[in-house]
């Protein structure tokens, strides 16, 4: 039960800064407490994934293991998952790193913090790196695994070798001395709880040096140089995190999908219909599968609710909403932030029902609309009012219904049942859990247009283009090979 109570962060505080505008730090106060929320949430969940491997014995041997074997592909994927989601923390604690690199400047408290979060990332990197490779090289056949291109996983060829490289040299160890000279100066208090995660985490590295690090790293270092030369590892090879660390700020506020796009869209959309968004720049979308990050539901307006369903037996469907579930109704005819309320979704604050000007604005957005009949989507649409009002499943949890995510609330819609056909909609194992992404919406959406067995149609795909600061209008053909776009997209698009 320890492991379920630990929360993937990845699923976690990541997703609390997930789809919107209004998760933005609007001070730099707020922006540092953000960022120090940021650190523990990446630090936890890299935490998670090493208890994982703990449990796959099969697969990560806690004890030394010279014999080869062949793994299985099922075995394969769980230990490319792992990998990968590791890789993705990395590059949110080197983003973070980089935009905290200049604390120095700072002429008052702020850079006393800003250097806590800058040394927090780079000790959560170094002590799990160790932690890791340490797990890892008991078995010899996952650093063939982990150097393997797996370009569906955005994963190129060599990654491990270079990952080992950057942490198993002399230069991390020095850089890490010198940081802990500068902390041991810094005669800044407040943020107890980070400073309490930093004097662990160096603690661990100490021992780590004492013990197996520096035994790691003469054994691994020939090899290393060898396989991987003098190249830095994935994210800063890209100069993603540098890059993201810049564009998050100047285009924080800006999405490539303006407002006239999104007011055209109200012409289209039907209660019902399904969106996915994607945003880019977002350490929120770091951790999360695939290119789709999110989805919500469109449930519309009491009026555009009332003329969709005028000539079916549905027409009454607001009077059992408002019968059946009255608080939530009533929220749902709140403005947000100023407008109509239009959606409906799981964001970090709960199950919220959201306009359609905060919710498409992104940059990027398709809108799927199921093959059902008017009657099964009034049931989905329910259904989605019952669910109103439950807090986000920080824990990714399928079987509980106490708390939801935002591809959990458009699974349960749409779910199957003895009075109606429902959305078939799969299910993929990511670190033990049985999840639904966004991602494999599109996945299956291609599968099924491929074998013609369709269960949604697409209305629209809105496709971000960063270089051009656009989303254009994009076919059916491009959308169906949007799930297997490299979580960084953007930087092969094309350049400027």
């Known amino acids: 039960m320890k492991m379920r109570s630990v929360l993937m962060a990845c699923f976690c505080l990541l997703l609390c ?21 940021l650190v523990q ?5 890299l935490g998670f994934i090493l208890t994982f491997t703990s449990n796959r014995p099969g697969i990560f041997s806690a004890d030394k293991n010279n014999k080869s074997r062949l793994f299985t592909r099922q075995e394969k994927e769980e230990a490319w998952n792992s990998w990968k989601m590791v890789s993705d923390y990395f590059l949110a604690l080197d983003s973070l790193r980089a935009s905290h ?6 002429k008052d408290d702020s850079g006393d913090a800003s250097f806590l979060i800058a040394y927090a990332a780079f000790l959560a990197q170094y002590r799990f790196a160790l932690e890791w490779i340490e797990r890892t090289e008991n078995n010899p056949d996952l650093d063939t695994i982990f150097n393997e291109p797996v370009p569906e996983m955005g994963l190129p060829e060599n990654t491990y070798s270079l990952f080992k490289f950057r942490f198993l040299n002399v230069a991390r160890a020095t850089e890490f001395a010198a940081l802990e000279t500068v902390y041991s100066l810094n005669k800044g208090r407040g943020h107890e709880e980070t400073r309490k995660l930093i004097r662990e985490d160096a603690d661990a590295v100490w021992k780590a040096g004492k013990f197996s ?20 590892w994935m994210p800063v090879q890209t100069g993603v995190s540098e890059y993201m660390g810049d564009t998050k700020v100047y285009r924080r506020s800006l999405s490539l999908i303006t407002e006239m796009q999104i007011r055209s869209l109200q012409n289209l959309l039907e209660p019902g219909d399904i969106l996915l968004e994607r945003r880019e720049w977002y350490l929120s979308n770091i951790g999360l599968p695939g290119f789709w990050p999110h989805a919500a539901l469109y449930v519309g307006t009491p009026e555009e609710r009332k003329k969709y369903f005028e000539d079916s037996d549905e027409k009454d469907i607001d009077a059992r909403l408002k019968s059946k579930y009255l608080a ?19 964001i ?11 919710s498409a604005s992104c940059d ?12 099964e989507k009034a049931l989905a649409i329910l259904r989605a009012f019952h669910y109103a009002g439950r807090p986000y499943d920080f824990n990714f949890d399928f079987q509980t219904d106490a708390t939801l995510v935002c591809s959990e609330l458009i699974y349960k819609a749409y779910e199957p049942s003895n009075i109606g056909k429902g959305l078939k909609l799969g299910t993929e194992e990511l670190l033990g859990r049985l999840v639904t992404p966004p991602n494999s919406m599109v ?33 059916e053909r491009e959308f169906r090979e949007s799930w297997k776009r490299p979580k960084w997209h953007i930087f092969v698009q094309g350049k400027k």
């Open 101 to 106: 690199n200049y604390f120095e400047r700072s």
């Open 213 to 232: 690090g520096q035994i790691l790293t003469a054994k691994n270092a020939l090899k290393i140089v060898k396989k991987a030369g003098f190249a830095a």
């Open 41 to 45: 949430a990446c630090r936890q969940g």
């Open 443 to 475: 996945k299956q959406f291609d599968q099924e247009a491929e074998s013609g067995d369709r269960q949604m149609d697409l209305v629209l795909f809105l496709d971000g283009h960063e270089w051009k600061k656009s989303a254009e209008l994009s076919d």
């Open 328 to 346: 939530a109704y009533l929220r749902g005819q709140e403005l947000f932030e100023g407008h109509v309320p239009r959606v409906l979704e799981a």
């Open 364 to 375: 990027s957005l398709a809108v799927l609309r199921p093959r059902l009949s008017k009657k």
């Open 17 to 37: 800064f997930q789809a919107h505008g209004d998760q933005e730090a609007k001070s730099d106060q707020e922006k540092i407490g953000k960022d120090l929320q």
């Open 348 to 358: 970090s604050e709960g199950v919220t029902f959201t306009s359609l000007e905060h």
